[in-house]
């Protein structure tokens, strides 16, 4: 799935890996976020790449619409929260969407 035919990321892949790569430290996308912007598939189209090919990209700035991160990834994502300064919900370890949500279009 999302595999072209030499074994790598395939074009829908690369879409949702590049604006990835684009979201600004201390910022996030949500799943349904990146899927809007690049304009075809849905949340569980772009968790199902970033289960694939995430580990290369700031796998940490994608979360769910709720804010939480990656299931697993939880404390790692928090560091990277931490060490980036990302607006997070007081009391909770969900990003404040509110204040950490990219446009992908500002630079933060």
């Known amino acids: 799935m ?3 035919e030499d074994g790598g990321p395939d074009e829908y892949a690369d879409e949702v890996l590049a604006v990835v790569e684009r979201i600004p430290p ?11 912007y690049v304009g075809r598939g849905g949340p ?4 199902a790449v970033m289960s694939s090919w995430g580990g ?6 994608v979360v769910r619409a709720d804010g ?8 790692r994502a928090l560091s990277h929260y931490a060490s980036e300064a990302t607006p997070m919900r007081r009391g ?4 404040d969407m509110r204040n950490a949500r ?3 279009e500002s630079g933060g």
């Open 2 to 4: 999302f595999t072209d």
């Open 26 to 36: 201390g910022l996030v996308m949500s799943y349904g976020d990146i899927a809007e």
């Open 44 to 47: 569980r189209q772009v968790g």
């Open 56 to 61: 290369g990209v700031p796998w940490w700035r």
């Open 68 to 75: 939480s991160p990656a299931s697993g990834h939880e404390v």
């Open 92 to 95: 909770t370890d969900r990003v």
């Open 102 to 104: 990219w446009d992908g």
